[in-house]
């Protein structure tokens, strides 16, 4: 029965994982490798081992997994070949286009394998201080500022009335629009989680009324971040 590994990467280039080896192993037991950028998953790869050849590999860039890519997983599997997909940070499948792909390999039978790696998310919900049994990702907000302010109000209004923690993400070069967006929209009272550049040696990471944050110095220019919010009692 074929299968597919999924394999996740360092959310900074500077931290590989703990259970490299583990990874390595799946890698090295995959004949097709699907990754949203080729080349940075290349590099990965010859940080877990400078020895393995990359050539070896037939290669698929995922980029949104549109069809052809799907067509190319099932004409994979239904080889009976050892397919890997590679989260371009993170894990595959999670907040992630390689889910389109996981999809595909279920329809056709395959042993789905996820392999233990770093979720910017869980990362963050777990240094917030948040609830962490209510939770809910919403992705990206919407860009145009009426409708984020619209948007923001109502996260803000569920999590009051739910008690769930609220998790959004937004292009690097935007995190400060975005952050005063926040500041202009929601409750004084209401808790805002901002989580920069996890596992970085530059990583930040600070939980505060949005009161405390209105005149706080920070930096957010092109470093990823997670933004979680908690209106709950």
């Known amino acids: 029965m074929p299968a597919v590994y999924l394999i996740p990467a360092p959310l900074h280039e500077a931290t590989l994982p703990g259970n490299a080896d583990e990874l390595l192993a799946a890698v090295r037991r995959c004949q097709v490798l699907f990754a949203e950028n080729e080349r940075s998953a290349r590099r990965y790869l010859k940080q877990l081992d400078r020895g393995i050849v990359i050539d070896d590999f037939e290669w698929h860039t995922i980029h949104k997994a549109e069809t052809v890519v799907q067509q190319q997983l099932r004409a994979a599997l239904r080889a009976g ?79 009051a009335r739910t008690g769930t923690t609220q998790l959004f993400i937004e292009t690097p070069y935007r995190n400060h629009a975005l952050l005063e967006s926040i500041l202009a929209s929601c409750r004084p009272t209401t808790l805002l989680c901002v989580a920069a550049d996890l596992t970085a040696p530059t990583e930040w990471i600070r939980s505060l009324p949005l009161s405390k944050w209105k005149g706080l110095e920070v930096e957010l220019h092109k470093r990823p971040a997670i933004f979680l919010m908690y209106a709950g009692k």
């Open 81 to 159: 070949k050892t397919v890997g997909i590679l989260s371009e940070a993170g894990c595959p499948g999670v907040a992630d286009p390689g889910q389109l792909l996981v999809g595909v390999a279920h329809a056709e039978g395959a042993v789905v394998k996820p392999l233990v790696g770093p979720s910017s998310l869980l990362l963050a919900l777990m240094a917030s201080g948040f609830n962490g049994q209510q939770f809910c990702f919403h992705g990206y907000l919407p860009i145009e500022a009426g409708q984020r302010r619209q948007k923001l109000r109502e996260l803000e209004e569920q999590s």
